[in-house]
């Protein structure tokens, strides 16, 4: 589970930033008592601990807490892979990226000191929805129990974490040829998010055993069966296929968020042909193949598949 590995606060802007045991996070403000703080749309800065450590593999020594300008340094959640408007949940506190990288000033103390500033390139920013204090070690989390970016929050009735199985599709990854990357880093993201994933699985680029992997999660009664890889062009890429071979129905919004949140990235998104659609109670959703791309698609439509489960489940009515 992702958590916060530390809360950190400058009284000055553009100066490294300290490392503290506990702050409050205010409602459209930020976090108390940092220079950053305001009615703005950069009211928390937040960092991956990944992101430190290819610094300090660069620099072949340690970086403290807070050396970039970071609020929250975080650990298990790739950050800059998550689209604007995503909703994080901070120990109680709620958040919503609100811009990923900024421009970083010439006469920057941090860029001075250490040679470079990773924040430009891969740090996150957010504004503060709902307040809390947060300490190191609070857990961090996608909030899913919230429908689409500015719409008003609602509480899902879900009185138990969704099931999830994720299916990877590999002709070398099946015959342990390559290490299988996307499947786990797919994993990640839904157990950050607060799915129980019961089931991974890799199969080659074969449509009828892809297809006979997802009829075997919609007679398990798997909530969410998510594909990785087999999207793209080859006369091997047949993952869309077999998901409408299994589907009595297409949730067309699902692949048409992704590719539009994918193209904002790189123009290549239209040509992947992921689809998504319900077999059952089971929802049935593509994602291509790479880890990063995986991140990024699922996560472009991840708040809102929690909703859409209910309504398929039976667990809420029409909102």
């Known amino acids: 589970m992702a958590k916060i590995r530390a809360v950190c606060v400058s009284a000055e ?4 930033k300290s490392p503290i045991e506990s702050a409050e996070l205010r409602v459209n403000y930020g976090l108390a008592g940092d220079a950053h703080a305001g009615t703005w749309r ?3 800065s937040l960092l991956d601990r990944g992101s430190v450590a290819k610094m300090e593999a660069g620099l072949g020594e340690a970086l403290p807490p807070g050396v970039f300008g970071e609020n ?3 650990e298990g959640l790739e950050l800059c892979a998550l689209p604007v408007g995503t909703r994080l ?9 609100t811009q990923i990288g900024k421009e970083c000033h010439s006469a ?3 860029r001075q000191r250490v040679g470079d500033c990773v924040m430009p390139r891969e740090g996150v920013f957010a504004a503060v929805l709902e307040g809390g204090v947060v300490r190191p070690g609070d857990s961090i989390a996608i909030d899913v129990g919230r429908d689409a970016p500015g719409a008003p929050l609602i509480q899902t009735t879900s009185t138990a974490p969704y099931t999830a199985a994720v299916i990877t599709v590999s002709d070398k990854a099946s015959r342990g040829e390559r290490e299988d990357l996307s499947g786990p880093a797919v994993v990640e993201l839904l157990e950050s998010a607060g799915f129980q994933v019961v089931r991974t699985e890799l199969v080659p680029d074969e449509r009828d055993q892809i297809a006979a992997a ?3 999660c919609a007679e398990a009664d798997i909530a969410l069966a998510v594909t990785t890889g087999g999207t793209g ?21 699902i692949p048409e968020t992704m590719r539009a949140e994918s193209l904002k990235l790189t123009h290549r998104a239209i040509l992947s042909r992921q689809q998504a659609g319900i077999r059952g109670k089971t929802w049935i959703i593509n994602l291509p193949g790479s880890p990063k791309a995986a991140r990024e698609n699922l996560s472009a439509v991840l ?14 009515g029409e909102h």
């Open 42 to 44: 950069r009211q928390v």
């Open 108 to 110: 920057c103390a941090i």
């Open 214 to 216: 997802l009829i075997a």
């Open 89 to 97: 949940r901070a120990g109680g506190a709620l958040l919503e990226i």
């Open 303 to 316: 708040a809102s598949i929690p909703h859409g489960l209910d309504m398929l489940r039976g667990e809420r």
């Open 233 to 253: 062009f080859t006369p091997r890429d047949v993952t869309p296929e077999a998901t409408l071979d299994v589907c009595a129905r297409l949730t067309p919004g």
């Open 72 to 74: 929250l340094l975080i």
């Open 13 to 16: 802007k553009g100066t490294e």
